[in-house]
Every structure is written in C-alpha cells, then in structure tokens.
Nanobody
Framework: QVQLVESGGGSVQAGGSLRLSCAAS????????MGWFRQAPGDEREAVAN???????NYADSVKGRFTISRDNAKNTLYLQLNSLQPEDSAMYYC????????????????WGKGTLVTISS
C-alpha cells in the first residue's frame, strides 16, 4: 500500500507559478512510475506528466516547456513545478503511483492521492 498526499495548490493569476508536492509513504519498490494528473469540472482526467525510477519523464503537449516534474528520492516526494500558468490549467491535480518502471501518459496507475486544487484567474 502506498499513500500519497498532495499539497501546494492555490489561486494565482495568469502567468504565475506554483509548485505542487506529493509526499509518498515509505515503500521498498525499486522500479516505479509516478505522475501528475488533473481534472477540471466537467472534463475527463488527463495525464500531465510522469517520471520513473530511472528518471525518464513524459509530458502532455499542453504543458511542455511550462511544467517540470521531479522527485526527491531521499524525501519520497514528487514535485510538479508549474510556470506560465493559464486559466485552462485550473483543475484538481492528483498524484499517482504504479509499480514497475514503464511510464507512459496512458499507463494505468495503482495508487492515488486525494488531490490539490489549482485555480488560475485571468
């Protein structure tokens, strides 16, 4: 069982930045994939970015060049740096985890956090 707790969401104006964090409970897995997803009201959940245990990353086209995913293994924490935020980035952002290092934006995840809300005003 992996528990995930997101933080760092908030309300900012367009063009601003936020850094989301996802604290993961201790786990012993050597190979893993972790990612950020988002869901706006009325929309389907979409994958934003992910990273695996060897450091490979994937980004949705809509966030490339603006968002950066990273992980601090010593702290068991996943991050998502959000820059140049736009109103269409407003959503609930979720952290997720899956065993195994195969990481794709379409990969199903096994464990989910409860989310942190990001609201961008124009």
């Amino acid at each position: 069982q992996v528990q995930l707790v997101e933080s760092g969401g908030g309300s900012v104006q367009a063009g601003g930045s936020l850094r989301l964090s996802c604290a993961a409970s201790s786990f012993i897995y050597q190979s893993w994939c972790m990612g950020w997803f988002r869901q706006a009201p009325g929309d389907e959940r979409e994958a934003v970015a992910n990273i695996n245990s060897i450091g490979s990353t994937n980004y949705a086209d809509s966030v490339k060049g603006r968002f950066t995913i990273s992980r601090d293994n010593a702290k068991n924490t996943l991050y998502l740096q959000l820059n140049s935020l736009q109103p269409e980035d407003s959503a609930m952002y979720y952290c997720a985890f899956a065993r195994g290092s195969w990481c794709s934006l379409i990969r199903g995840m096994e464990y989910w956090g409860k989310g942190t809300l990001v609201t961008i005003s124009s």
